[in-house]
């Protein structure tokens, strides 16, 4: 008797179909249009609102009525702009402070949460609440508390300096709002140092506990060095949030005393109301520029790093 086998054709086909997807290498036309809503909404809401306002910003518009085209006039006034100058110094000066604060604090706390204590879950999901809180909520809680509380309770311990509000003290105002935005970003940065602690190898700290290396130098040689890159995108992302800071400061001064903690949003939101449409649409336009090349380098960076959060 002879018996003849064929060789099942399902296998064959399921073989196939994988051949011609890596032999294309690219989706079906038809995932195209799942992108047209989303570009189109993009395009009609944020596209074409920034290449107007950017267009209107060679002009002297004030937000209606007639206009002129200026050329180039506006971007040199704003260098020449001493309240411009102020603005900016604040805002860079604010950002580099604040990062540095909420970024080591923010280490900290996730090195202390990343060892094997008590209740460790449930502090992390507390220490997490003031990402989930709107900042200018966050920011008239902490007015009160600058404006009364505190003050009442310098008062009773007879610390002279904090007697009265900081919020109406021009050369102290802006701890005030480091204080209130470290507080509320301190929480993503935690979030992503756990990320990169987690990544560790525990067999390092292991092998370098059987040399004699300390916690000191272990932080030193094998923690700092190994979520280096996840220092960079904390900072980097520190620094671009804390650039548009707006909330916070209108619920802490206002942009007061005077215009001493006056951030460059502040400053392009006020000329809008304002009637000086033209020329903070080209303020605006500079800041767009810098926060894009801020944006550049975190890219640059974490491929760089090969980052994986």
């Known amino acids: 008797m002879t018996t003849t086998t064929t060789a099942p054709a399902a296998p064959a086909a399921r073989v196939a179909a994988p051949a011609r997807r890596r032999r294309h290498g690219?989706?079906?036309?038809?995932?195209?249009?799942?992108?047209?809503?989303?570009?189109l909404v993009f395009t009609v809401f944020v596209v074409i609102p920034a290449l107007v306002g950017i267009f209107y910003s060679f002009t002297d518009y004030v937000g209606f009525g007639d206009w002129s085209f200026l050329?180039?006039?506006?971007?040199?006034?704003?260098?020449?702009?001493?309240?411009?100058?102020?603005?900016?110094?604040?805002?860079?000066?604010?950002?580099?402070?604040?990062?540095?604060?909420?970024?080591?604090?923010?280490?900290v706390l996730a090195i202390g949460l990343s060892k094997r204590i008590r209740f460790a879950a449930g502090l992390r999901a507390i220490f997490v609440i003031p990402m989930v809180v709107s900042g200018i909520v966050v920011a008239y809680v902490f007015n009160y508390l600058f404006s009364n509380t505190l003050p009442?309770?310098?008062?009773?311990?007879?610390?002279?300096?904090?007697?009265?509000?900081?919020?109406?003290?021009?050369?102290?105002?802006?701890?005030?709002?480091?204080?209130?935005?470290?507080?509320?970003?301190?929480?993503?940065?935690?979030?992503?140092?756990?990320?990169?602690?987690?990544?560790?190898?525990?067999?390092?700290?292991?092998?370098?506990s059987l040399d004699g290396a300390g916690p000191w130098r272990q932080f030193r040689s094998i923690t700092l060095p190994l979520i280096a890159g996840f220092v960079l995108i904390n900072t980097i992302l520190g620094i671009k949030?804390?650039?548009?800071?707006?909330?916070?400061?209108?619920?802490?001064?206002?942009?007061?005393?005077?215009?001493?903690?006056?951030?460059?949003?502040?400053?392009?939101?006020?000329?809008?109301?304002?009637?000086?449409?033209?020329?903070?649409?080209?303020?605006?336009?500079?800041?767009?520029?810098?926060?894009?090349?801020i944006s550049v380098l975190q890219l640059v960076v974490s491929r760089g790093r090969n980052i994986r959060l």
């Open 26 to 39: 690219r989706p079906e036309p038809i995932a195209y249009l799942f992108l047209v809503p989303a570009l």
């Open 71 to 107: 050329g180039l006039r506006n971007y040199a006034a704003l260098l020449g702009d001493p309240g411009i100058r102020e603005a900016y110094g604040f805002t860079l000066g604010f950002s580099l402070v604040t990062v540095v604060v909420a970024q080591v604090i923010a280490l």
């Open 241 to 293: 949030g804390y650039l548009g800071v707006y909330d916070v400061i209108v619920g802490l001064t206002g942009g007061g005393p005077g215009n001493a903690t006056s951030s460059v949003a502040m400053t392009i939101f006020g000329g809008f109301t304002g009637g000086d449409y033209a020329y903070q649409m080209a303020n605006a336009t500079v800041f767009f520029v810098i926060t894009v090349l």
């Open 152 to 208: 009442a309770f310098a008062t009773a311990v007879g610390f002279d300096p904090l007697t009265s509000s900081i919020l109406g003290n021009p050369d102290l105002a802006w701890l005030a709002i480091v204080v209130v935005s470290a507080w509320q970003t301190i929480p993503g940065a935690l979030l992503v140092y756990t990320a990169g602690l987690t990544s560790i190898p525990s067999d390092l700290y292991e092998a370098s």
